[in-house]
């Protein structure tokens, strides 16, 4: 008996391919929290780092390791800005990057509470009502993820790349869901996907297709 089940168990590890030959479709899911951000900010370029290196045969055998792919991002808040950045570099670039010349690192290591903020010392008062300044992000910010969305180098290997990033935040003013006839719930969650894709030599943002609501592997984040 003991025989039977084990060349049962080897029958089937037999079955199984070698570990370094799989792969494996990620999502990543990046909660926020303010300054929470920076600290994932690093976790995930060295998450992608390691993902662009299991691309190479020699690694994935040396290391016992699949092949990963980033398919998805999901995020809330500051999770949402390290998902767009994510999404930015997977289809950038297959390259190494160094940490120091890392979309990550050029966003989060510039903002701090006088960013933040809208000061007094700044020359005309933030027209945004909302608790964080919008000017930093829309006068500096924008402008270094514009210029990575931009001119990038030729690799035929990314030219149809496109990960979907479901977004979440909180509305500054709450709004209404109908949860059935005459009865109205309060909420001050916003949630939406956007497509981050490649075309050509640059990326955009684009809104999904519709029918990718019916699939079962991405259709949750339209909920």
Known sequence: MLALLSAGTASAQSRVPPRDTQHVSTLLTISGGISLGSYEAGVNWALLEMFKLTAHDSLRRAWNLPRYELKAMAGASAGNINGFLAAIDWCSTREPTPPGQSLFWKIWVRTGFDQLFP?????????????????????????????????????????????????????????????????????????????????????????????????????????
């Open 119 to 223: 000061l007094e010392h700044y020359s005309h008062a933030d027209s945004t009502p909302a608790l964080f300044s919008r000017r930093y992000f829309q006068r500096v910010l924008f402008d270094t993820v514009r210029a990575a969305m931009r001119d990038l180098p030729s690799d035929p290997s990314l030219e149809r790349c496109a990960v979907p990033v479901g977004v979440t935040i909180t509305k500054l003013v709450p709004g209404e869901i109908p949860i059935s006839r005459g009865i109205q719930a309060a909420t001050q969650r916003y949630a939406a996907t956007v497509m981050v894709e490649r075309e050509g030599p640059r990326l955009a943002f684009r809104a999904p297709p519709t029918s990718s609501a019916g699939d079962g592997d991405l259709g949750a984040l339209w909920l």
